[in-house]
């Protein structure tokens, strides 16, 4: 949750950061851009570490990074500090991130872990809620750097508490030797992760252009040199039975469906409430809570749907739940009130916030308890890539389906309402097709939160 606070409370203060730094707006992007690329790259590799170390240990060194960081960035001089120390709190946050759904793995039987998980998932949703509020409020009246002290003494607490209260871990519970850490594999992963991420951040702003094309080359060529790696690797990074296996695969492959889907729609819906019925940010983010506020209401009822009904049941009907309300975002005009996005918005957050809930507790039990933090890191690196491959989707749909005299330009950054709508509905109806996909690969999960692999 503070991770996750963390970032929701920049993209409200980064004005503010710009014109008291007197960075430039491409500067004020990379203290954005350079934490995903860091977070994203590093995510599979420390759930290794964790593997092999400890969760708790690898949890404290990132939290206290974490903080440690963040207390960095409030006492930086210039843009570059900031850009660097973002870096590092993505580093740190990459370490922190799948120790966390490697201590739940170690510190509960495996048919217990829905709630847990609906837990964490509601802290997601409550941070996503409560940061642009929250981050706004401060920097009103504290400044932006108050924004990242918000942070640290939670952090810090968190650290010491990690380091003092001992729980089950992966390797006490666990047979055999420790994994072995495979650096020529993650360094390839975090090349290919780094240029798809860096190329999907640029889409929006950039297109379609011979850099965004050669990077996405680059993640290609680097992929495919991981994935050959890992044939002949003696000890992979991701092993092929956590890939292999019949309820692993599809769930990460459904996490990234749905952010893609949730992501893109609401990057969307945000043009649609500012450009078209002309709100503010503030009144804006009051629209669009309805889903913040179902992901953390509905997480719980989440869990009890995956333990009675099942994953297949729980999330062939969560993906079918996020189309219907990509679906009826994609139907919107200038005639919409309140309830009518209020309605989309509610459907939208409790269809994703299922999908995380349940998909996150398959690939989480589903996984060999060896492989808990490369499991973690997956999952965590899907719900990072998702919504870079949504945001990239949406932008290229609304500018290849809308005319090129009507798009926003420099002078005139604003859409016209009615290029705007008529861009809209279909750029949303394909994203409402991609979950509904989701909706019948779901089919090839488990019908139960039976037990494939030994505790």
């Known amino acids: ?26 500067q004020v992007q990379w203290t954005s851009t350079g934490y995903l690329i860091a977070v994203a790259s590093l995510l599979v590799f420390a759930g290794r570490l964790g593997d092999r170390y400890g969760h708790r240990q690898v949890f404290a060194v990132g939290t206290l990074g974490f903080a440690a960081a963040s207390a960095g960035v409030g006492l930086a001089s210039g843009v570059g500090w900031v850009i660097a120390l973002r870096v ?12 966390t759904l490697g201590m739940l793995r170690g510190a509960f039987p495996a048919d217990r872990l829905g709630m847990p998980i609906a837990l964490r998932t509601s802290a997601i949703g409550l941070s996503a809620a409560a940061g642009p509020v929250l981050g706004g409020a401060l920097a009103t009246q504290l400044g932006w750097r108050s924004v990242f002290f918000l942070s640290v003494v939670p952090a810090l607490l968190i650290g010491v508490l990690a380091l003092l209260v001992r729980v089950p871990t992966a390797r006490a519970v666990g047979d055999g030797p420790a994994p072995g850490l495979d650096l020529p594999g993650a360094g390839l992963l975090a090349v290919a992760l780094a240029c798809l991420v860096h190329t999907l951040v640029a889409v929006p702003d950039q297109g379609w252009t011979a850099a965004t094309a050669a990077g996405l080359l680059a993640a290609v060529v680097a992929g495919g040199a991981f994935v050959r790696h890992e044939r002949r690797a003696a000890s992979p990074l991701v092993p092929p039975r956590l890939l292999r296996s019949a309820a692993v695969g599809p769930a990460l492959g459904l ?94 957050g409790a269809g994703f916030g299922t999908v995380m809930v349940a998909a996150t507790a398959v690939v989480v039990r589903h996984a060999p308890v060896a492989d808990a933090g490369v499991a973690g890191g997956l999952q965590q690196t899907a719900m990072n890539v998702g919504p870079a491959v949504g945001i990239a989707a949406a932008t290229t749909l609304m500018t290849a389906l809308s005319s090129p005299t009507a798009r926003p330009r420099g002078h005139d950054p604003h859409w016209p309402a009615d290029a705007f709508l008529s861009a809209m509905a279909p750029t949303l109806t394909a994203l409402a097709a991609v979950a509904a996909l989701g909706a019948l690969a779901a089919a090839r999960l488990p019908g139960s939160m039976s037990r494939t692999h030994s505790p």
């Not at 993505?90 to 120790?99: K, Y």
């Not at 975002?329 to 939208?348: H, N, W």
Request: a neutral charge; hydrophobic letters at 60%.
């Open 1 to 26: 949750m503070v991770v996750a606070l963390d970032g929701t409370a920049l993209t409200v203060v980064q004005p503010a950061l710009q014109r008291d730094l007197d960075a430039s707006f491409t």
């Open 255 to 348: 996490l990234v469906a749905a952010s893609a889907a949730m992501f893109g729609a609401l990057f969307v819906g945000t043009y649609f409430l500012q450009e078209v019925l002309g709100l503010d940010p503030l009144h804006s983010a009051l629209r669009a809570l309805p889903l913040a506020v179902m992901m953390v209401v509905g997480a719980p009822l989440a869990a009890v749907l995956l333990r009675r009904q099942g994953p297949r049941r729980t999330i062939t009907a969560a993906m079918a739940v996020l189309a219907l309300g990509v679906l009826a975002l994609s139907r919107l005009d200038e005639t919409s009130g309140p309830l009518a996005t209020g309605v989309a918005f509610v459907l939208v």
């Open 88 to 99: 590092a709190q993505g580093i740190f946050g990459a370490l922190l991130q799948p120790a």
